[in-house]
């Protein structure tokens, strides 16, 4: 079955510990993204990869790290979490950035909740 | 400055009629619309979309209608029914044009209640 696995689903932490969510597809996408939703905000990129060894920052990128090693894992890190990155967060996966076709539209992950206290 | 609008958060529809949900956008690049329906506890998932050469694109019960002059999209349910009831979000993206190829900019989402 075609899908975007996250690890953890449920996470509360503590300020300044590091953590990593990992997220995976088994689809052979090139295209890797991760996103956070918070109320009133709806969903807003963090980092995305185009391909292996190639990671951008997105719209709200500050506190927050990625890595490509691997087409299908692209893992979230988070070196001194703080209570500001509590919120649900989605990793999504596509073949192609573009978007060029309906086959391409990304496929989001079942979202991390994450609560830093 | 937001780029994709929702300007309405909830949306409450009788089953059987027709939802339309809303959406605007201020970014004249954006040439590619998408939908997304988000149930509670899931992630997002692809619902319909449309590419700036058109106006309309219709699979099944939904339609999307794009207004490129007034930069304004809709989605139409008919008929609604009850496992319509979701957050609905509006996504844009600049795919012809550098930059960040693949950033979808979403609204904040409308929620639907489909009333049996």
């Known amino acids: 079955e075609a899908q975007v696995t996250q690890n953890p689903r449920y996470l509360i932490t503590v300020t300044g510990k590091k953590l990593t969510v990992t997220c995976s597809q088994n689809m052979n996408h090139e295209y890797m993204s991760w996103y956070r939703q918070d109320p009133g905000l709806g969903l807003r990129q963090i980092y995305y990869?185009?391909?292996?060894?190639?990671?951008d920052k997105g719209d709200v990128p500050e506190g927050y790290k990625v890595s490509r090693k691997e087409k299908r894992n692209f893992p979230l890190i988070l070196e001194s979490p703080s209570p500001n990155q509590t919120s649900l967060y989605f990793c999504?996966?596509?073949?192609?950035?573009?978007?060029?076709?309906?086959?391409?539209?990304?496929?989001f992950g079942p979202g991390t909740r994450l609560t830093v206290l | 400055d937001q780029q994709v609008k929702q300007n309405s958060p909830s949306l409450s529809v009788q089953e059987g009629r027709i939802s339309i949900l809303n959406c605007d956008y201020t970014n004249s690049m954006f040439d590619y619309f998408l939908w997304y329906k988000k149930y509670p506890a899931e992630g997002p998932t692809f619902l319909i979309s449309i590419s700036s050469i058109k106006d309309k694109n219709e699979d099944g019960r939904f339609t999307v209608f794009l207004n490129k002059s007034a930069k304004h999209l809709s989605l139409h349910i008919v008929p609604s029914q009850p496992g319509d009831s979701a957050v609905y979000f509006c996504a844009a993206s600049a795919r012809n044009y550098g930059g960040s190829q693949g950033n979808l900019i979403f609204g904040k989402g409308t929620k639907l209640s489909v009333k049996p």
């Open positions: 999504a996966s596509s073949s192609d950035p573009r978007l060029a076709g309906v086959s391409d539209t990304q496929y």
């Open positions: 990869s185009m391909n292996v060894e190639v990671t």
